[in-house]
């Protein structure tokens, strides 16, 4: 695209702290499926995912979920959603009272 009229970002980011945590989409993505459960603990468990909570190490979240084996990328992160939920992701800013 040759369209030099757009530089600046659609979206406005904030200038606070960030996030602690990644997003689970980011996570998900490195994984190629159908996946056992154990597999994704091996190579993802030790990160930690941004939930409405706070962040929480993905090992954790998959020791609350019944699934064992995630044949699509939306099968486990619906497993995911089942634990923490759904919602917005607390900030620093959001914390402060």
Same mark, same amino acid.
């Given at each position: 695209m040759a369209d030099d009229e *757009? !530089? *600046?970002p659609i979206v406005e980011l904030g200038e606070g702290e960030s996030v602690e945590g990644a997003p689970l989409? #980011? $996570?998900t993505s490195r994984l190629h499926y159908g $996946? /056992?459960?154990s597999e994704v603990v091996r190579r993802e468990g030790d990160k930690l $995912? #941004? !939930?409405p909570d &706070? /962040? #929480?190490e993905l090992t954790d979240i998959l020791d609350e979920s019944d699934g064992t084996y995630f044949p699509r990328k939306q099968d486990l992160e619906t497993a995911v959603r089942e634990v923490i939920g !759904? &919602? /917005?992701v607390p900030t620093a800013e959001s914390t402060d009272e």
């Open positions: *757009e !530089t *600046e989409a #980011r $996570i $996946i /056992p459960k $995912i #941004r !939930t &706070g /962040p #929480r !759904t &919602g /917005p």
